[in-house]
């Protein structure tokens, strides 16, 4: 028994420079976002280039006023391909060095140990799977979509409703909205995404339109990802 019959959520990753006019967008309209975040290279060092879009991680310091009221999640110390760690001979240690010391920085850094996580490039091999259960995660995102509503069978291997660039976006919100949920069979509309994709392809109005949608009613709870999944414990 989940306690509501229709929720939305978000999940974005990497904690860059975007995210900022993204949490504004999101606070404005009632939304909330679970933000993945590398702690050992949250900096703005840690950048690249995408279609000549400069694409930085935030610092550290202040962040936690920034995502106030949304949820922090695990993206791996260093954002390491999880299919390369398992390769590892020290399987263990690095797998600790990769998710724990994570987990830990966000408890110290944002005043809650996390149980959520998204995993790099969406890559779960079941070694990373099944350590991360040890850890105290309790679901793990993938970049799969279902282009549905249900909730998930197996958090760990959570896939969304549709990234924020589907080209169904906007049909499958007009689809969630007209649908009619249960509390015993909850519907979840899940998207999820990167902030800078909005500066690369220049439309920062898709996010504003799907809130705008979305937003104001009283019959769609809107929670973290957690809240959502775990019936707001």
């Not at 797998?95 to 010391?101: D, F, I, M, S, V």
């Not at 793990?140 to 760990?156: N, Q």
């Amino acid at each position: 028994m989940y306690g509501f019959k229709k929720a939305v959520t978000f999940s974005y990753d990497d904690g860059i420079t975007q995210d900022r006019r993204l949490v504004e967008i999101f606070n404005r309209y009632g939304m909330k976002c679970t933000f993945n975040l590398n702690t050992g290279i949250q900096s703005p060092e840690s950048f690249f280039e995408i279609e000549k879009v400069h694409i930085e991680r935030m610092e550290q310091e202040g962040l936690a006023e920034l995502y106030q009221g949304h949820e922090i999640a695990l993206h791996g110390l260093t954002h390491a391909f999880p299919n390369e760690l398992v390769k590892q001979e020290d399987l263990q240690a690095a797998l600790e060095e990769e998710y724990l010391r994570d987990a830990k920085n966000i408890e110290r850094l944002y005043g809650k140990y996390p149980v959520g996580m998204a995993y790099a490039y969406g890559d779960c091999p079941d070694q990373v799977v099944e350590y991360l259960k040890t850890i105290g995660i309790k679901y793990g995102r993938t970049v799969k979509a279902t282009h549905g509503f249900g909730m998930p069978k197996d958090p760990m291997l959570l896939e969304s409703t549709c990234h924020h660039e589907d080209e169904r976006l906007f049909e499958l919100a007009e689809e969630f909205l007209a649908a009619e949920g249960s509390q015993e069979h909850p519907l979840l509309f899940y998207v999820w995404g990167h902030s800078y994709e909005f500066d690369v392809n220049d439309n920062w109005d898709r996010i504003e339109k799907l809130c705008q949608m979305l937003s104001g009613r009283e019959d769609i709870f809107y929670g973290t990802n957690t809240q959502c999944l775990f019936s707001m414990e």
